[in-house]
């Protein structure tokens, strides 16, 4: 992995943290947070391995009490509260929308969205869920059900982040031929 790359990953975790200067909105166990858009802009603009290196990173850093949890929250007990199974489902989410922009062809934007929809959101929201009922004394379908929630602002975010991420790719190039080949040469 070059340097730029390696930037670009420790860029996406700052940004993961600037994001947390927002303040989230407390609703039950779970807030809203404007940091749950961040996954999907991981995945979307760096890719599977990147996107997955910056939401670890972002981790790495909150377990370090860097106060970069929305609200200016840190520290390793936040990893293993009760929002816990949402904070390491961000790996996944990265990794898995990642996963559509590394191997497509062509990235299309209304595909993004609705891996950013599948992923982003409904299989975070099972991540979550399951956590959360472990932690809790709160049944996996009590769980499911706080998640509704989160539906309209999420979806906004999914919608955001695809936009965002095919523009940020085409503005770097990303996909064309010629970057392939460079990446290919140099990995
Ligand atoms: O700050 C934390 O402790 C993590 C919060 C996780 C919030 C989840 S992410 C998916 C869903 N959408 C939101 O806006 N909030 C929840």
Redesign the pocket.
């Known amino acids: 992995m070059n340097l730029k790359q390696q930037m670009a990953i420790a860029m996406m975790a700052a940004l993961t943290g600037v994001m947390g200067v927002v303040p989230?909105i407390p609703i039950g166990p779970?807030?809203?947070?404007i940091?749950?858009i961040a996954p999907m802009l991981a995945g979307g603009i760096l890719g599977a391995k990147r996107g997955a290196a910056s939401m670890m990173l972002f981790l790495l850093l909150v377990a370090c009490s860097v106060p970069i949890?929305?609200g200016g929250?840190g520290g390793v007990g936040?990893l293993f509260?009760p929002?816990g199974g949402?904070?390491f489902g961000w790996i996944l989410v990265a990794f898995l929308v990642g996963c559509y922009v590394t191997y497509a062809k062509r990235v299309n934007v209304w595909k993004l969205m609705a891996v950013n929809i599948i992923v982003g959101m409904f299989i975070?929201?099972g991540c979550?869920a399951l956590y959360l009922s472990q932690v809790t004394a709160t049944s996996v379908s009590e769980a499911l059900l706080l998640?509704i929630a989160?539906i309209p602002?999420?979806t906004a975010k999914a919608v955001l982040a695809a936009f965002i991420a095919v523009r940020v790719r085409h503005a770097l190039g990303e996909g064309t031929t010629e970057k392939v080949m460079a990446e290919k040469r140099s990995a």
């Open positions: 989230s779970v807030p809203i947070t940091q749950s949890l929305s929250r936040h509260g929002t949402y904070l975070l929201y979550g998640n989160f602002g999420d």
